[in-house]
């Protein structure tokens, strides 16, 4: 079974630009969530996608955006970059809700200059 | 609000135990735990729902005390292997909404 799968890996974006992201969960999975994790905030909250309806959502700017596709594959934008961007992203994709077990990609490495 | 977890870090010898814990100022539907290897994706160890039930598998098993709203994670026997950093989730509802801890920096040595 193939897990979790991010892309790109990594990624060096110019301060202002906007960049997308992309996750394609577990097959059958249809619950993706998103998080930033940086060293000084550890794994930040960005939302939740089930079933292409955004269902939570963290305490981000509006800058940072994301959708889920109908065969659960999804992405997340950041558009107008700041340097506090950079940071690892991190999805995961669950069969259910808060009593399913969630399974990390090994994330999106991004680099804002 | 963010779980807190205790404590921030810890250094073990092979064969020694450890606990680490995760305390909540709301009441929790689920506690789940994870370990990330540095450079590696967080890898889920288990997850506990409300109903103050114990999980476990090889040495290491986790409780949850749904009155106290903490979690507690108990890794007997050390091993190399058990390096990492280990972060708690909770769901407050059912949700689906994961909100981590700061994570332990957990290091066994020989």
């Known amino acids: 079974k193939a897990g979790v799968t991010q892309t790109p890996r990594y990624l060096i974006k110019t301060r202002g630009q906007q960049v997308t992201l992309s996750c394609s969960p577990i097959?059958?999975?249809?619950?993706v969530s998103w998080y930033q994790q940086t060293p000084g905030q550890g794994l930040q909250f960005l939302f939740e996608?089930?079933?292409?309806?955004?269902?939570n959502k963290g305490n981000f700017p509006g800058r940072f955006s994301g959708r889920q596709f109908s065969n659960s594959r999804s992405e997340m934008n950041v558009s107008t970059l700041e340097l506090g961007d950079s940071a690892l992203y991190l999805c995961a994709s669950s069969a259910g809700l808060g009593d399913t077990e969630a399974f990390f990609g090994q994330g999106t490495r991004l680099t804002v200059v | 609000q963010q779980p807190v977890q205790s404590p921030q870090a810890v250094i073990l010898r092979e064969g020694e135990d450890a606990v680490i814990n995760c305390s909540s100022s709301?009441?929790?539907?689920?506690v789940h735990w994870y370990r990330q290897k540095h450079g590696e994706a967080p890898v889920f160890l288990m997850i506990l729902l409300k109903g103050g039930e114990q999980k476990g598998h090889d040495k290491i098993s986790a409780s949850f005390n749904e009155k106290k709203q903490q979690s507690s994670l108990y890794l007997t026997a050390s091993q190399l292997s058990y390096s990492g950093t280990y972060f708690c989730g909770t769901d407050a509802g059912n949700t689906g909404k994961l909100i981590f801890g700061q994570g332990t920096t957990l290091q066994v040595k020989p």
């Open positions: 996608y089930f079933s292409e309806t955004q269902r």
């Open positions: 097959s059958g999975h249809r619950s």
């Open positions: 709301k009441a929790l539907y689920s």
